[in-house]
C-alpha cells in the first residue's frame, strides 16, 4: 500500500502584493507571526522560517520519506531549496520597500547525507556583501549538533519594484 501527503497553500498573489509594500524585513517577520500565509514551496516541502533579522534568516525543516531521492536519502534538490531560501531570504532582509530581488545564482557543496533518521535540519543564511544592485549570501544546512551538512553561496540582483499593472 502507498503513502500519502496531502497539503494545501494560499493564493501567492497575496505574498507578492505585500512584499511589494513593505521593507524585507517587515515582509518576511509578517511570515514568520503567520500574519501573512507561508510560500507555497514551503507547504510542498514542509519547511519553516524559524528566525529573522536583519542580513540572516533561518529555515528549518525535518526529513521525510518524501523527500527522498531514489536511492533513500534526501533528495538535492530539498538542500538547495532550504539554502536557497535561506540565503535569498537573508538578502531580502536588507532590503527596503520598493526593491526586490532575485537568485542570480546558486552553488551548493553537498557534503553529508541526510534521511529521516537525522531529525531536524536548519538552513542558516547570511548576507556576506551587500551593494546597490548585488548582494553576496552564504548558507549553511546543519543538523541538531551543528553539523555541517551543506553549504551554498548565492549572488542575488536588487532591483525596484514593478509598478502595479492594475
Same mark, same amino acid.
Given at each position: 500500500?502507498?503513502?500519502?501527503?496531502?497539503y494545501q497553500?494560499e493564493?501567492?498573489?497575496i505574498l507578492?502584493e505585500?512584499?511589494?509594500?513593505?521593507?524585507?524585513i517587515d515582509?518576511?517577520?509578517?511570515i514568520?507571526?503567520g500574519?501573512?500565509?507561508?510560500?507555497?514551496?514551503?507547504?510542498?516541502?514542509?519547511f519553516?522560517?524559524?528566525e529573522?533579522?536583519?542580513?540572516?534568516a533561518?529555515?528549518? =525543516? @525535518?526529513p %521525510?520519506?518524501e523527500h527522498?531521492n531514489?536511492i533513500?536519502?534526501?533528495?538535492g534538490?530539498v $538542500?538547495?531549496?532550504?539554502?536557497?531560501?535561506a540565503?535569498?531570504c537573508?538578502v531580502?532582509s536588507?532590503i527596503?520597500q520598493g526593491?526586490?530581488?532575485t537568485?542570480?545564482d546558486?552553488t551548493v557543496k553537498f557534503?553529508?547525507r541526510?534521511?529521516?533518521?537525522t531529525g531536524?535540519v536548519?538552513?542558516?543564511g547570511t548576507?556576506v556583501s551587500?551593494?546597490?544592485?548585488?548582494?553576496?549570501?552564504?548558507?549553511q =544546512? @546543519?543538523d %541538531?549538533?551543528?553539523?555541517?551538512?551543506?553549504?551554498a553561496?548565492?549572488?542575488?540582483?536588487? $532591483?525596484?519594484?514593478p509598478p502595479?499593472?492594475?
Amino acid at each position: 500500500m502507498g503513502r500519502t501527503r496531502t497539503y494545501q497553500w494560499e493564493d501567492p498573489a497575496i505574498l507578492a502584493e505585500a512584499a511589494g509594500r513593505m521593507a524585507g524585513i517587515d515582509f518576511l517577520r509578517e511570515i514568520q507571526a503567520g500574519r501573512l500565509p507561508g510560500p507555497p514551496i514551503s507547504y510542498a516541502f514542509d519547511f519553516t522560517l524559524d528566525e529573522v533579522e536583519p542580513g540572516r534568516a533561518v529555515f528549518s =525543516l @525535518v526529513p %521525510g520519506e518524501e523527500h527522498y531521492n531514489p536511492i533513500g536519502s534526501v533528495h538535492g534538490g530539498v $538542500f538547495a531549496t532550504l539554502l536557497d531560501s535561506a540565503a535569498g531570504c537573508a538578502v531580502q532582509s536588507t532590503i527596503p520597500q520598493g526593491m526586490a530581488y532575485t537568485s542570480l545564482d546558486l552553488t551548493v557543496k553537498f557534503l553529508r547525507r541526510i534521511t529521516a533518521d537525522t531529525g531536524r535540519v536548519r538552513a542558516i543564511g547570511t548576507v556576506v556583501s551587500r551593494g546597490r544592485q548585488i548582494a553576496l549570501a552564504q548558507a549553511q =544546512l @546543519v543538523d %541538531g549538533t551543528d553539523r555541517l551538512l551543506a553549504h551554498a553561496t548565492s549572488s542575488c540582483l536588487i $532591483f525596484p519594484v514593478p509598478p502595479s499593472q492594475g
